[in-house]
């Protein structure tokens, strides 16, 4: 019987015959479309998000100061913050909710604080508005400017009280690799409404970005084809055993526990077949968030009066990257659904500052209860039903 993966790109033959077109370069064109279809004026690509956000903080010149960012999040944010020269804050996840508690991030603005990565974590939007007027007023009492990112690597075109989340903030940032809700295979992405940042991310790119080898392109889509192969039901069920095992970890592995680093690519031009993959996926974008969207919402009520696992309400505004809940004993879970062939997937399974490289960032062994005990116990279903 096949297994049936947590995710899985969503390919066809417009995405082939868009990888295969070889002679386009479609970059300019898939900056502007993603920026429109998400709401801002300019967008810019880069290799990874991480990198954008790395971007954003130099040519902000955000040096030696306090980044706030939640314990709960992708680690490679932090990672960004720190080797852009600056020192993470973070800040507990909200009970209840996976997104940063409002109370803690708004006592951890200080006269250092010199930007707040706000991440929609899941899809689940913040309130936006709260943190608006909480920048506002933290920066009129320290008269410094403080920038707002919006993380949507998670919520693409999430919306709070039915607006884009992506009109609040300096700029956003997202990752666009095959586990996001849309993918250009690799890539990340910078969108903003002001124009001097957009400029200034376009010098900083040119000057500080390396033309990628075009062996790259071919790279790129040899990558496509083998995650193509490896997410067809047939043949997850060995790939899922190779992974349990660790023998995929060279391709599935992205993060150490005790090293900050970025990949070695991290500051190579986006490449071609990466904007003519993703101007596709962009045109799937809302058939793809319906879906997910109608199996959320299947999940949870197939769930609800199971009492061994917890879902937040279904949320119309969500854009469930990923279909989460809450477990006590995960290992459990995960093999009973192996055998009725689902994955189940355990995604984001550390709270940062837990980690080994972050551990000095805590000031109490307690801190951060919240992030860790998600870590522990979060699991996420497949987004077909
Ligand atoms: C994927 C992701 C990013 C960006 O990741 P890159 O691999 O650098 O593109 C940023 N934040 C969150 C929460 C993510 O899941």
Redesign the pocket.
């Known amino acids: 019987m096949p297994l049936i993966p947590r995710f899985k790109p969503n390919y066809n033959w417009k995405e082939w015959f868009a990888a295969f077109s070889f002679w386009r370069n479609d970059l300019n064109l898939y900056e502007n479309e993603f920026a429109q279809k998400f709401g801002c004026l300019h967008g810019l690509m880069f290799s990874?998000?991480?990198?954008a956000l790395y971007a954003l903080f130099k040519v902000w010149n955000i040096v030696d100061k306090e980044i706030i960012t939640p314990a709960y999040?992708?680690v490679?944010?932090p990672h960004a913050i720190v080797l852009s020269g600056n020192q993470p804050k973070f800040v507990d996840c909200e009970k209840g909710s996976f997104n940063m508690d409002y109370d803690q991030l708004e006592s951890s603005i200080t006269a250092r604080t010199g930007a707040i990565v706000v991440?929609h974590?899941f899809g689940y939007a913040m309130d936006v508005k709260r943190i608006d007027d909480m920048v506002k007023s933290a920066e009129k009492k320290f008269s410094t400017k403080i920038y707002v990112i919006q993380?949507l690597?998670?919520s693409y075109g999430t919306s709070f009280q039915g607006e884009m989340v992506s009109q609040y903030g300096d700029a956003s940032?997202f990752?666009?690799?095959i586990?996001?809700i849309i993918n250009s295979i690799f890539?990340?992405m910078v969108i903003t409404n002001e124009s001097s940042t957009h400029l200034l991310l376009k010098k900083f790119r040119e000057q500080n970005t390396q033309k990628a080898p075009w062996t790259k392109e071919l790279k790129r889509l040899i990558y496509m084809m083998a995650t193509s192969f490896a997410f067809q039901p047939i043949f997850y069920g060995l790939v899922n055993y190779l992974e349990r095992r660790n023998f995929l970890d060279r391709f599935t592995k992205?993060y150490n526990d005790d090293t900050i680093e970025f990949p070695v690519d991290w500051n190579e031009l986006p490449k071609k077949i990466e904007a003519r993959v993703g101007r596709i996926q962009l045109m799937k974008y809302d058939k793809i968030i319906e879906n997910r969207r109608k199996c959320a919402k299947k999940t949870i009520e197939y769930f609800k009066d199971n009492s061994d696992i917890k879902f937040l309400e279904y949320d119309h505004e969500c854009t469930y990257s990923h279909i989460v809940a809450l477990v006590e004993n995960r290992d459990e879970w995960i093999v009973a659904y192996r055998k009725k062939r689902k994955q189940l997937g355990t995604i984001i399974d550390y709270s940062v500052p837990e980690m080994k490289s972050y551990t000095h960032y805590k000031k109490n062994l307690d801190d951060f209860p919240v992030a860790k005990k998600y870590s522990k116990h979060i699991i996420n279903f497949p987004i077909v039903f």
Do not use: P
């Open positions: 990874y998000g991480r990198s999040t992708c490679v944010v991440t974590l993380d690597a998670h940032i990752g666009c690799n586990s996001k890539g990340g992205y």
